[in-house]
């Protein structure tokens, strides 16, 4: 099998990836037209030009979260709980528009709406990891979340690993294969899983 071919035939989708940060990009914008809107709806109290100049910015700006997200390792995020992950990205989310907050002032003099920006940032703490979520389900639905995993050891604890495993889909490692020093297990299989 090749590299990412595994001894049972499963196939890690290298564009998944690719997927979930044209997701996160997507929500990203959505969020920021949200936030738009909102800052349009008040604009009658506190009035501001709602230009370009002033979205055009905060729209470059939020790309800098998939960066961030990328570099935390959530692309795609195999082996990461439910819980770790929800933090890191509203760990992600904080730090790069409290970030973007503080370019906007100490750079920029002020020139991005900050209504905008506060309001696509609390839409973003809920949408990105609404979206993500929504995506992940999709592709186990489909079979093509996960990347394949071999197991060193075939004693009872791999049997209760490969079961945490497939009882969880979420976690996105799928047991293809098993490694023992006992070679006389080899071609066995414990839950189905080939001892190779």
């Known amino acids: 099998p090749n590299e990412s071919q595994g001894v049972q035939g499963y196939r890690e989708r290298r564009w998944v990836p690719w997927l979930m940060l044209v997701g996160d990009i997507v929500a ?33 700006g939020v790309l800098v979260l998939p960066v961030a997200f990328f570099l935390m390792g ?18 992600g ?8 907050l503080i370019w906007d002032y100490l750079a920029q003099d002020g020139a991005w709406s900050r209504g905008i920006l506060l309001a696509t940032w609390v839409f ?28 060193v050891g075939a004693r009872d604890t791999a049997e209760n690993l490969i079961s945490i495993l497939r009882g969880d889909a979420r976690i996105g490692l799928q047991p293809v294969g098993i490694l023992d020093y006992d070679s006389s297990l080899i071609g066995k ?3 189905n899983v080939p001892i190779v």
Do not use: K
């Not at 959530?74 to 760990?91: A, C, N």
């Open 124 to 151: 973003a703490a809920f949408l990105v990891p609404i979206t993500y979520s929504f995506l992940r389900q999709l592709l186990i639905r489909l079979g093509h979340w996960g990347m394949p995993l071999i197991i």
């Open 28 to 60: 990203l914008e959505f969020c920021l037209y949200l936030g738009w809107l909102v800052r349009a709806a008040v604009n009658v109290w506190f009035p501001i030009p709602l230009d370009f100049p002033v979205y055009g910015g905060i729209t470059a």
């Open 189 to 191: 299989t414990v839950a």
């Open 93 to 100: 989310i904080t730090i790069v528009f409290s970030s973007l």
């Open 74 to 91: 959530l692309y795609p995020g195999y082996g990461i709980s439910e819980v770790e992950r929800l933090r890191q990205q509203e760990t």
